[in-house]
């Protein structure tokens, strides 16, 4: 009985399998054409410029106190704990630096996520919503697979129409 029962299914699997349809996207692609990234790219931009600004008026501010810093070395007459002391500011300034770029970069990190996780997922409905039009058992990245038949069925266009980009 159990071997009747496998054979049915070995014959018919081939028949099911036939019978599905594959397709492929271009997510990146798309994904690239999207208007909203444009502008989720010109805000990062912009917030990435006002972090590169202040961290020039860091670094600035740092150059000059340790050019003063060089002069007070030069000078024999002021005392070592003075010395010592601007070198310790110096050192400080340069911690507090090094920790807004690291914060800074954490903070775009973060902003590129928030930005784009809903095109992500705008992207990802729109996939699957031509998937089910056209009865797609998967649709896989056409940047990935090493061979692909004619029966396979290439949506990119159609994702692309589903979310109104050229």
């Not at 699957?128 to 039009?133: D, E, I, L, P, R």
């Not at 797609?136 to 159609?158: K, N, Q, R, W």
Request: aromatic content about 6%.
């Amino acid at each position: 009985m159990i071997k009747k029962i496998l054979l049915a299914v070995l014959v018919a699997l081939p028949m099911s399998v036939a019978a599905q349809k594959f397709g492929i996207v271009s997510a990146d692609e798309i994904f690239a054409s999207m208007p909203e990234v444009t502008e989720i790219q010109t805000k990062l931009g912009e917030a990435s410029k006002q972090y590169e600004d202040e961290y020039a008026k860091l670094n600035e501010e740092m150059q000059k106190k340790f050019a003063e810093y060089q002069q007070l070395e030069q000078d024999a007459s002021t005392p070592q704990s003075i010395k010592e002391r601007r070198m310790q500011e110096i050192q400080d300034m340069d911690k507090k630096t090094q920790q807004f770029l690291q914060t800074a970069q954490q903070d775009l990190q973060r902003q590129q996520q928030q930005l784009m996780q809903p095109v992500q997922e705008k992207l990802l409905n729109a996939i699957k919503t031509v998937g089910a039009a056209q009865n797609l058992v998967m649709v896989f990245p056409s940047e990935m697979p090493a061979y692909v038949s004619a029966e396979v069925v290439d949506i990119t266009p159609l994702v692309k129409t589903q979310l109104g980009v050229k």
